[in-house]
Antibody, heavy 119, light 106 residues
Framework: QVQLKESGPGLVAPSQSLSITCTVS????????ISWIRQPPGKGLEWLGV???????NYNSAFMSRLSISKDNSKSQVFLKMNSLQTDDTAIYYC?????????????WGAGTTVTVSS | DIVMTQSHKFMSTSVGDRVSITCKAS??????VAWYQQKPGQSPKLLIY???TRHTGVPDRFTGSGSGTDFTLTISNVQSEDLADYFC????????FGAGTKLELK
């Protein structure tokens, strides 16, 4: 069964960094690209970036200076790290399986992990 | 950035009705558009890609249409389980989403 599952810290203090792990099952990270998407409370969806099967990355220009995506194929894990968090970074963060070079459409979504930025 | 505009934040419908949800792109995106359904407390689910291709397992009452800048998701014979938020997304350039349309009962 194809699944993605995010695990994150829940609460992050302002100006601190965020680290989230996405563990996939039912498919290989060497065959599919993985994107990260977030959704602030009661709002729409925002694409953050992608890591391609070969390990290359592409980021939304709005986050390029403080976002890093990496992976460990052997562990079937993808990692998101975002620096200098502020309160408007409060959101549900989803890892998603991406089609068409990773910036296409998204056919399988994780359940998401809620991140609250607060002191 | 390509902006996707869903002009109706809310739409009301009745079970058995046909409803059309619209989405407009700020520039020509060809047919590089997907639609997602999101129910409360759940992650979005892919319904349609390439503007009109139904994803595996999606009921045929969901139909996507359009090209260029204007796109429509039509739900025929609306069922109670279809009451949800619907988002459009373009992937002609880096992905951007519409703000969503909430489908509610009249």
């Amino acid at each position: 069964q194809v699944q993605l599952k995010e695990s994150g810290p829940g609460l992050v203090a302002p100006s601190q960094s965020l680290s989230i792990t996405c563990t996939v099952s039912g498919f290989s990270l060497t065959s599919y690209d993985i994107s990260w998407i977030r959704q602030p409370p009661g709002k729409g969806l925002e694409w953050l970036g992608v890591i391609w099967t070969g390990g290359g990355t592409n980021y939304n220009s709005a986050f390029m200076s403080r976002l890093s995506i990496s992976k460990d194929n052997s562990k079937s894990q993808v990692f998101l790290k975002m620096n200098s968090l502020q309160t408007d970074d409060t959101a549900i963060y989803y890892c998603v399986r991406a089609r068409l070079t990773g910036t296409g459409y998204f056919d399988v979504w994780g359940a998401g992990t809620t991140v609250t930025v607060s002191s | 950035d390509i902006v996707m505009t869903q002009s109706h934040k809310f739409m009301s419908t009745s079970v058995g009705d046909r409803v059309s949800i619209t989405c407009k792109a700020s520039q020509d995106v060809g047919t590089a558009v997907a639609w997602y359904q999101q129910k409360p407390g759940q992650s979005p689910k892919l319904l349609i890609y390439w503007a009109s291709t139904r994803h595996t397992g999606v009921p045929d009452r969901f139909t996507g249409s359009g090209s260029g800048t204007d796109f429509t998701l039509t739900i025929s014979n609306v069922q109670s389980e279809d009451l949800a938020d619907y988002f459009c997304q373009q992937y002609s350039s880096y992905p951007t989403f519409g703000a969503g349309t909430k489908l509610e009962l009249k």
